[in-house]
């Protein structure tokens, strides 16, 4: 069973900086694209930053120049390291990842359970 588990969400203030991590477990034969969405209240959810296999990113505009996306091929992991944080920033931040589970088949997108990310003073 594939699960995507997603850490290191918290509350912090405004200037501060998280940093988010997200780990795939279980068996499948490859991950490609790697991303963070997030949803606040009330919100629909929204793309924030984005990797594929090969480290091209993507990201909101209104994240450009804060966050940073990265990831680990050998540990399964994505991060994101959020700095300058704003309140406008709090929100669920959830973890996806494209999985292709057999060598031949087609990728599917899974979902982390998410992270609660507030920043407030």
């Known amino acids: 069973q594939v699960q995507l588990v997603e850490s290191g969400g918290g509350l912090v203030q405004p200037g501060g900086s998280l940093r988010l991590s997200c780990a795939a477990s279980?068996?499948?034969?490859?991950?490609?694209?790697m991303g963070w969405y997030r949803q606040a209240p009330g919100k629909q959810r929204e793309l924030v930053a984005a990797?594929?296999?090969?480290?091209?990113?993507n990201y909101a505009d209104s994240v450009k120049g804060r966050f940073t996306i990265s990831r680990d091929n050998a540990k399964n992991t994505v991060y994101l390291q959020m700095n300058s944080l704003k309140p406008e920033d709090t929100a669920v931040y959830y973890c996806?990842?494209?999985?292709?589970?057999?060598?031949?088949?087609?990728?599917?997108?899974?979902w982390g359970q998410g992270t609660q990310v507030t920043v407030s003073s």
């Open positions: 996806n990842a494209d999985l292709r589970i057999l060598r031949f088949g087609v990728p599917k997108g899974y």
């Open positions: 990797i594929t296999s090969v480290g091209t990113t």
């Open positions: 279980g068996s499948f034969f490859s991950i490609g694209t």
